[in-house]
């Protein structure tokens, strides 16, 4: 009777440990393929704010979004 429960919890440990790192590679994977936000979002959210942003802006904003992720 005991050994069943133990075993059920071993299994569930397991279960969670690997189910984890399954779905953080996953993710990753899905973030490279698919970024959040792209050079395009940034021009556009700085039109939005009436400014017209430089290439440089630009590429300064992926940079600092880039160290974060």
């Known amino acids: 009777m005991w050994q ?3 075993w059920l919890v071993i299994g569930l440990v397991v279960g969670a440990i690997i ?3 399954v779905c953080k590679k996953v993710m990753t994977d899905y973030l490279k ?3 959040p936000i792209n050079e395009e979002m940034i021009k556009a959210l700085m039109l ?3 400014r017209k942003p430089s290439q440089k ?3 300064q904003i992926m ?3 880039e ?3």
Do not use: E, S
């Open 4 to 6: 069943n429960i133990l």
């Open 19 to 21: 189910g984890f790192f």
């Open 57 to 59: 802006q630009i590429n």
């Open 67 to 69: 160290k974060y992720n």
């Open 48 to 50: 939005q704010m009436g």
């Open 33 to 35: 393929k698919n970024p």
């Open 63 to 65: 940079k600092q979004m």
